[in-house]
């Protein structure tokens, strides 16, 4: 079944903790992307990446790391976690530029920072 | 940077009639105008877009107009039914560095009352 997976899908840490959300895709995708969802805000984007070894900044990506060592993993990293990364964040794949095409959404991660 | 406004933030109508909503966006080189539904607890799935070079599109019972000179699209759904309950979030795509990516909409919590 083509689908993004994502882990864990529920998370609760305390501010500092090192943490990754992991993000895998079985579609041969090239683009891969985070966002994160905030009430009232919608939808915005984190990270995103081309291909791999190519990555960007979105609009929010203060606090946030990412790599792109193969083309079917694109794990997003909170190096020092604070209370203001509480959301939900989903990670989406598509083949060729997200911009243009149907992006895959995995089914969220709800994060909790203490 | 690119702005998408979308209105209204809640919607509620009774099961068989049409449900309308409306997004903005700034910036005129955008080409590219997807809508995703986001069912409780999922992740956002398109339900269909629009491409710059076209006014209207139809799917069964959803449609997307798109006014380019005016800088608004819009989706109807007609005949609605209790799954069409859902948040539905508007995008209009923008040029990055790397290539296009999305700006999403706030979104809209539409609930059908049987």
């Known amino acids: 079944e083509a689908q993004v997976t994502q882990n864990p899908r529920y998370l609760i840490t305390v501010t500092g903790k090192k943490l990754t959300v992991t993000c895998s895709q079985n579609?041969?995708?090239?683009?891969m992307s985070w966002y994160r969802q905030d009430p009232g805000l919608g939808l915005r984007q984190i990270y995103y990446?081309?291909?791999?070894?190519?990555?960007d900044k979105g609009d929010v990506p203060e606090g946030y790391k990412v790599s792109r060592k193969e083309k079917r993993n694109f794990p997003l990293i909170l190096e020092s976690p604070s209370p203001n990364q509480t959301s939900l964040y989903f990670c989406?794949?598509?083949?060729?530029?997200?911009?243009?095409?149907?992006?895959?959404f995995g089914p969220g991660t709800r994060l909790t920072v203490l | 940077g690119e702005n998408v406004e979308q209105h209204p933030s809640t919607l509620s109508v009774q099961e068989g009639d049409s449900a309308v909503i409306k997004c903005t966006y700034s910036?005129?080189?955008?080409?590219?105008f997807p809508w995703y539904k986001q069912e409780l607890g999922k992740g956002p799935q398109l339900i269909i877009d629009?491409?710059?070079?076209?006014g209207e599109k139809k799917d069964q019972r959803i449609a997307v107009t798109l006014n380019k000179t005016a800088k608004h699209f819009s989706l109807h759904i007609t005949e609605t039914q209790p799954e069409d309950s859902a948040v539905y979030f508007c995008?209009?795509?923008?040029?990055?560095?790397?290539?296009?990516?999305?700006?999403f909409g706030a979104g809209t919590i539409l609930r059908v009352k049987s």
């Open positions: 629009i491409r710059s070079n076209v």
């Open positions: 989406a794949s598509s083949l060729g530029e997200g911009g243009l095409n149907e992006q895959f």
């Open positions: 995008a209009a795509s923008i040029r990055g560095e790397y290539g296009n990516k999305l700006v």
């Open positions: 910036d005129s080189a955008s080409n590219y």
């Open positions: 990446s081309m291909n791999v070894e190519v990555t």
């Open positions: 579609m041969n995708h090239e683009y």
